[in-house]
């Protein structure tokens, strides 16, 4: 990735994250956070990476609502960004706090036995 599309990527996490928690009307996105955005070279897509509280039924659940508002989404984002073509939106799941957790968990109960 360039140094362009880092930047592009960080701008639009810090707009996406905005717009969910000020402007999106959409209840069923639920606790979701926005944790990363890798843009593309070509500019043509964007992959957004959620990571959501709850249960694998309301990760789902948001992820699908964010997905189908990904055209407001990306046409508020084109407001504010200005670019000859805008990304495409792509909304992935983020595992990586769920991991963090899990493995803070395995710690913590390793501590608790004196074996760690």
């Known amino acids: 990735m360039s140094i362009r599309t880092d930047r ?3 701008e639009m996490q810090k707009e996406i994250s905005t717009l969910l928690h000020n402007g999106l009307k959409n209840p069923n996105v639920g606790l979701a956070s926005i944790s990363r955005v890798d843009v593309s070279a070509d500019l ?9 509280l709850g249960s694998k039924q309301e990760q789902m659940k948001s992820l699908n609502a ?8 990306r046409s508020h984002l084109a407001k504010l960004i200005k670019l000859r073509k805008f990304p495409e939106l ?4 983020d595992e990586n706090l769920q991991h963090a957790a899990r493995i803070d968990e395995i ?10």
């Not at 043509?44 to 959501?52: G, L, N, Y």
């Not at 964010?66 to 989404?73: M, P, R, T």
């Not at 710690?107 to 760690?116: D, V």
């Open 44 to 52: 043509s897509f964007a992959k957004v990476r959620v990571s959501v």
């Open 66 to 73: 964010l997905q189908q508002s990904a055209g407001f989404i």
């Open 8 to 10: 592009l990527g960080a």
């Open 107 to 116: 710690l913590h109960g390793l501590k608790e036995k004196g074996e760690l």
């Open 90 to 93: 792509h909304f992935v799941f």
